[in-house]
């Protein structure tokens, strides 16, 4: 089945300790990306990804690292959390620039 | 200014009516426009792609307006299970980011 999964889907963590949010597809997409969900403020982008080792900042990015290594996956490393953090995450990835994205499931992020 | 406006709702719909979401963009250079569908606490779901000549998929009609910069969705017949958020998604310059709208609320009732 054609999908993008997210590990893990629900995460506490408390402040300053370091964490990772792996994203991986099956679709062999050349693009991906990550998205924080937050209410009153919509789905926002934070990083983006065209092709293995090519990652480029979204729109709300500070906080937040990336990396390409692999076609498939596209993990989501924080570094320092802040309970500024605290959102719904979620990846997708996409063939191209013209077809939409497909999204993963989510993580609830929790920082205390 | 946000680069893609929605009118948030809620709609509010009996079953069986018709309904309709415009929404506005403005970057005249963005090529690519979807419809998302998110219901609570999921993730989007690609609803329709909306391509210049407008486009119909069963209930469901997009519409672009590339010298107004707005797209719109209609929806006929609506369904209990069409209640969700409807999001307007709009690529970047670069074509590899997306623009999310903040969505459109809809509740369809018996």
């Known amino acids: 089945e054609a999908q993008v999964t997210q590990n893990p889907r629900y995460l506490i963590t408390v402040t300053g300790k370091k964490l990772t949010v792996t994203c991986s597809q099956n679709?062999?997409?050349?693009?991906m990306s990550w998205y924080r969900q937050d209410p009153g403020l919509g789905l926002r982008q934070i990083y983006y990804s065209m092709n293995v080792e090519v990652t480029d900042k979204g729109e709300v990015p500070e906080g937040y690292k990336v990396s390409r290594k692999e076609k498939r996956n596209f993990p989501l490393i924080l570094e320092s959390p802040s309970p500024n953090q605290t959102s719904l995450y979620f990846c997708?990835?996409?063939?191209?620039?013209?077809?939409?994205?497909?999204f993963g499931s989510g993580t609830r992020l929790t920082v205390v | 200014r946000k680069e893609v406006e929605q009118d948030p709702g809620p709609f509010n719909v009996p079953e069986g009516a018709t309904v309709a979401f415009n929404c506005t963009y403005s970057n005249s250079a963005s090529q690519s426009f979807f419809w998302y569908r998110q219901d609570c606490r999921k993730e989007p779901k690609l609803l329709m792609s909306?391509?210049?000549s407008g486009n119909e998929d069963g209930r469901f009609t997009a519409q672009l307006n590339r010298a107004s910069q707005y797209i719109s969705l209609l929806i006929r017949d609506s369904k209990l299970s069409d209640s969700a958020t409807y999001l307007c998604v709009v690529n970047s310059n670069s074509g590899y980011a997306l623009n999310f709208g903040k969505g459109t609320s809809l509740l369809v009732t018996p």
């Open positions: 997708a990835s996409s063939l191209d620039s013209v077809n939409g994205y497909t």
């Open positions: 679709m062999n997409h050349e693009y």
């Open positions: 909306v391509y210049s």
